[in-house]
């Protein structure tokens, strides 16, 4: 069982940058951040795994960065150049086990944490 905690959602205007944390409660291999905004599906943003690899969405390339403190069991997101289309309810997502190449895939993730609001205003 993993529990995991995510902070650091606010509201910002575009352009501006914020940075996502989610502690963990034990090591995984695989972790990722998914979003969802009103009335569409959760998404994938980026996935990392247990060598480093990383998976982003296109939509945040260039502008999101994902990484992980093992030592701490921490996963961050820091995220950019903001645009109002990045407003959404941000979830961190932890294995079990190796998910790569599937790191945006949500059904590959078992933990899911309880979501962080960011709000991105024109």
């Known amino acids: 069982q993993v529990q995991l905690v995510e902070s650091g959602g606010g509201s910002v205007q575009a352009g501006g940058s914020l940075r996502l944390s989610c502690a963990a409660s034990?090591?995984?291999?695989?972790m990722g951040w998914f979003r969802q905004a009103p009335g569409k599906e959760r998404e994938g943003v980026v996935g990392?795994?247990?060598?480093?690899?990383?998976s982003y969405a296109d939509s945040v390339k260039g502008r999101f960065t994902i990484s992980k403190d093992n030592a701490k069991n921490t996963l961050y997101l820091q995220m950019n150049s903001l645009k109002p289309e990045d407003t959404a309810i941000y979830y961190c997502?932890?294995?079990?086990?190796?998910?790569?190449?599937?790191?945006?895939?949500?059904?590959?993730?078992?933990?899911w944490g309880q979501g962080t609001q960011v709000t991105v205003s024109s």
């Open positions: 997502a932890a294995g079990p086990g190796a998910i790569w190449p599937s790191l945006l895939s949500a059904g590959r993730y078992k933990y």
């Open positions: 034990t090591y995984s291999d695989s």
């Open positions: 990392i795994d247990s060598s480093g690899k990383t």
